[in-house]
């Protein structure tokens, strides 16, 4: 079997599939769990902690160029020109987004398995024993006394 043919044939696996459709969703799911957070929830934490927007939070480690024209406020401005910036507000905001989002997935993953373990309850059910293995039980028992 050639290269080509094994590579064709480890792509056309349903789980490799399924990966690739899990990380497309998991990219789309992402983009909303960040607005959720960055539109929703950071601005009503801020405004609760003295209006402030996390992710604005950050401190300056290095210089700033001398061609510098945007706002030195503004870590936006400040990043894209390449100045060293310990940026905790930026972290802060990704680690909500992250605790958001394994939240989600806890529930999502708590669902499913409520609804999975309903039907391998009912399966478990023991069937009716056979009627040649009573028999042979009732032998045993017979022998023993």
Known sequence: MGLISEFKTFINR???M?????VIIGGAFATITKSLTDDLIMPVVGYIFGGA???GYFIRLGDVPADFKGNLASYADLKAAGVA???WGAFLTTMVNFLILAFIIFLLMRAVN???AAPAAEAAAPAPT???VMLLREIR???KK
Do not use: C, Y
């Not at 399924?18 to 899990?22: E, H, R, T």
């Open 53 to 55: 927007d996390f992710s």
């Open 130 to 132: 056979p009627e040649d």
């Open 18 to 22: 399924d990966l690739a459709v899990g």
């Open 114 to 116: 409520k609804l999975t």
């Open 85 to 87: 910036m310990f940026g």
């Open 14 to 16: 349903g789980n490799v």
């Open 141 to 143: 028992d017979s022998l």
